[in-house]
């Protein structure tokens, strides 16, 4: 999988909140002063080439969708930022966030059922 810039992780977020859409569908739920359209059409057209979105044609207006799960790219992006920044170790990621985050036991405690109960129902 490709990693994404900011500018097209952005994107992504809106079409993983909103579902299918237009260029122009997408920029109405965008924050004014909304970005020009051709802007964000050249995003999307480069997502489309990394093989995160697919397109259907209405006659000269294309609707795009998601092809790839958040989940998915979460998953990828949270691997490659260990492997980056944590020599590969999950035990150093979860030892900066609880030391950088100030984790209670308690919450650490919660994370860590939610974990076990998640493999139990996988």
């Known amino acids: 999988m490709l990693k994404l810039t900011k500018a097209e992780e952005e994107v992504m977020q809106y079409f993983w909140e909103h579902g299918p859409s237009t260029v122009s569908g997408l ?6 002063p909304h970005p020009p359209h051709s ?3 050249s995003i999307v057209r480069i997502l489309e080439k990394k093989g995160f979105l697919d397109h259907k044609a209405y006659g000269r207006t294309y609707e795009y ?4 799960e958040k989940a998915k ?3 990828f992006s ?3 930022l260990v492997s ?3 020599e590969g170790s999950m035990n150093e990621l979860v030892s900066f966030l609880v030391k950088e985050n100030d984790m209670s036991l ?4 919660e994370v860590i059922n939610k974990l ?3 493999k139990v129902n996988d």
Do not use: A
Not at 27 to 32: A, D, V
Not at 65 to 68: A, C, G, N
Not at 106 to 109: E, G, I, M, N, R
């Open 27 to 32: 920029i109405s739920y965008m924050e004014e």
């Open 39 to 41: 802007t964000i059409s």
């Open 65 to 68: 969708k998601p092809i790839i």
């Open 73 to 75: 790219y979460s998953k």
């Open 78 to 80: 949270i691997r490659r």
């Open 84 to 86: 980056t920044y944590f």
């Open 106 to 109: 308690k919450d650490l405690s």
């Open 116 to 118: 076990e109960n998640q």
